[in-house]
C-alpha cells in the first residue's frame, strides 16, 4: 500500500457513485441467495447440503471428500491425484470415455480437482438434466473399476505430468517455498507426488486408498440450483444412500513448529528471464476469528487496481506483476506476498514492500477498512452469482473448514472487521515476524 490516508480516501470518493449505483442489484442477488440450506444427514453417514436457486435454470453439483495429498503415507506420495486421474477411466456401468460423453451431450461440464487438503467432483448442467447428472457423478466416484490395466496406461500419463511440471519455473518456485516453509507438516510434499512413488502403485494399495477416503462417512454431495431439496434427497438416496458407510481411518497431520527463524532460499534458473520472488509469513487458519482481519488487510494491499501495491508497485514500474493472499488451509496456514521484476530490483522491491506494509498499518484509517469489506463482500456476491461458485463455497467449507457458518456468515464475518482488529493481524503474524522467502533468478545474472 502507500501512504494509505489520501490515496485511499480518493478512491474511496471515485467509487462512492458505483458502489451506490450497483446497491439495488446486490440487494436483488442478496435475496436470490437468501433461501436456507436444506441439509441432511443420509443413515450411511453421507452429507446432503442443497440450495434451492429460483433466480437461474442451471444446476451444479458436487462431490466432495475430505482427502487429498495430506492424508497419504509416503509411499502413497501422489495417490489422491492418481485416483483423480484413475476414476474418469471407467466405472461398473460406464466404460472409459462414456462418463464424459454423456454430460457433454447433455451441454455439461465434468471436472475434478485435487489438492491438499480435498479432492472433489463436480457437473455443472441445465435443469432438466441434473438426474442424470447425478447418477454419472455416483458411478464416477463409488463405483470406480480400478482396471490394472488401466493403472499401468496412467501411470506414464501422470509421471509425464509431473515432469512437465518440473520443466515449469514456477511449479519449481512453488516446491521450493513449500519444502522451506514447512519442516514437519505434510503440506511440504507436492500433491502430485513423486515418480519413485507413482510407478510403484500397485491396484491393491489404489483400492484399500479408495475404499478408505471415498466412502459415505467421508463424503458431501452439494447441488445448488434449480431443483426442489426433497427430490434430491429421494434421488441421493437411490445412489449415493445405497452404499455402506465405514470407519474413516485416523490419519495423524502433524502441525508445523512455530517459525523461529528466516528462511531464504535462491534459486538460478536458466529458463527464466526475470526475478521471481515468494514471501510468507504463518497466518491464523481459514475461518478462525482472526481471519477476516486477514481478509481485510489483504484486500487493502493488494485487492485489485486500487489497492496499496498495485500504485505503489505495479503502477509505478517497480514490479512486472504481484499477488498477495493467503493459502486457504485450515491448520499450518501462510499468507504469502508474490512479485515478478527486474533481477537487479530485488533489494529495491522487498525494501519497498516492506515499508508499504508498514505503512498500510500505521496509516490504516476506518475508512479504508470500510471500502475494502465493500468489495469483499460485492466480489462475493458476484462470485456465488454462479452456481458453480456457491457450490464450492458451500463444499470447501463443509469439507475444508468443517464448519458451514464459515459459508453463511463470511459476509458477516467481514462486516463486523474493525480497524483493530486488521491492525492486530499485522501486529500479530506480520510486524517484525520470521518469514520464509524463496527467490528464483536467471542463472546468468548470479555468474
Same mark, same amino acid.
Request: hydrophobic share 40%.
Given at each position: ?332 496456514? $501462510? ?21 508499504? $506494509? ?5 496509516? $490504516? ?83
Amino acid at each position: 500500500m502507500v501512504s494509505v490516508g489520501h490515496l485511499i480516501n480518493s478512491a474511496v470518493k471515485k467509487y462512492r457513485i458505483f458502489l451506490s449505483g450497483i446497491c439495488i442489484l446486490i440487494v436483488m442477488l442478496s435475496v436470490a441467495f437468501s433461501q436456507e440450506l436444506y441439509i441432511r444427514d443420509l443413515p450411511n453417514g453421507a452429507k446432503l447440503i442443497v440450495k434451492p436457486r429460483e433466480d437461474t435454470l442451471a444446476v451444479a453439483l458436487h462431490v466432495w471428500f475430505r482427502v487429498g495429498s495430506l492424508y497419504e503415507k509416503y509411499d502413497q506420495k501422489g495417490m489422491a491425484h492418481f485416483l483423480e486421474h484413475m476414476l474418469f477411466n471407467g466405472s461398473e456401468k460406464y466404460p472409459y470415455g462414456e462418463i464424459d460423453r454423456i454430460i457433454e451431450s447433455l451441454g455439461g461440464n465434468i471436472n475434478a480437482g485435487t489438492s491438499k487438503d480435498f479432492t472433489y467432483y463436480h457437473v455443472e448442467i441445465a435443469k432438466p438434466y441434473w438426474k442424470k447428472a447425478l447418477e454419472v457423478l455416483y458411478q464416477l466416484t463409488l463405483k470406480a473399476t480400478l482396471d490394472e490395466e488401466m493403472i499401468e496406461k496412467e501411470k506414464p500419463i501422470v509421471i509425464e505430468e509431473l515432469r512437465r511440471g518440473k520443466d515449469n519455473p514456477t511449479t519449481v518456485l512453488w516446491e521450493t517455498f513449500e519444502k522451506t516453509a514447512y519442516k514437519v507438516s505434510p503440506y511440504r510434499f507436492p500433491i502430485i507426488g513423486f515418480e519413485e512413488t507413482i510407478s510403484r502403485f500397485t491396484r491393491k494399495q489404489l483400492l484399500e486408498f479408495y475404499k478408505s477416503f471415498y466412502q459415505p462417512k467421508n463424503m458431501a454431495i452439494v447441488v445448488v440450483g434449480a431443483v426442489d431439496p426433497k427430490e434430491v434427497e429421494k434421488e441421493v438416496l437411490k445412489t449415493f444412500g445405497k452404499e455402506e458407510g465405514r470407519p474413516v481411518p485416523k490419519y495423524p497431520i502433524p502441525g508445523e513448529p512455530t517459525l523461529e527463524v528466516v528462511r531464504s532460499e535462491k534459486i538460478e534458473d536458466p529458463r527464466v528471464q526475470k526475478a521471481y520472488w515468494i514471501i510468507g509469513w504463518r497466518a491464523p487458519a481459514v475461518g478462525k476469528t482472526d481471519y477476516y482481519g486477514l481478509v481485510v488487510f489483504d484486500e487493502i494491499i493488494g485487492g485489485g487496481r486500487t489497492s496499496l501495491f498495485y500504485r505503489e508497485l505495479k503502477e509505478k514500474g517497480i514490479v512486472y506483476s504481484f499477488f498477495t493472499g493467503d493459502m486457504g488451509r485450515p491448520r499450518d496456514n $501462510l499468507y504469502v506476498i508474490g512479485a515478478t521484476f527486474d533481477p537487479s530490483k530485488f533489494a529495491e522491491v522487498k525494501e519497498k514492500v516492506f515499508k508499504l $506494509l508498514e505503512e498500510a498499518y500505521k496509516n $490504516l484509517t476506518d475508512e479504508e477498512v470500510e471500502f475494502a469489506k465493500r468489495k469483499i463482500i460485492n466480489s462475493r456476491i458476484f462470485e456465488e452469482e454462479k452456481v458453480e461458485g456457491e457450490a464450492y463455497d458451500i463444499g470447501y467449507s463443509y469439507t475444508v473448514v468443517k464448519d458451514l457458518d464459515f459459508y453463511r456468515f463470511f459476509d458477516k464475518n467481514v462486516g463486523r472487521v474493525r480497524k483493530v482488529e486488521v491492525m492486530r493481524f499485522y501486529e500479530r503474524y506480520i510486524k517484525d515476524k520470521p518469514y520464509v522467502e524463496v527467490l528464483m533468478v536467471p542463472k546468468e545474472e548470479s555468474q
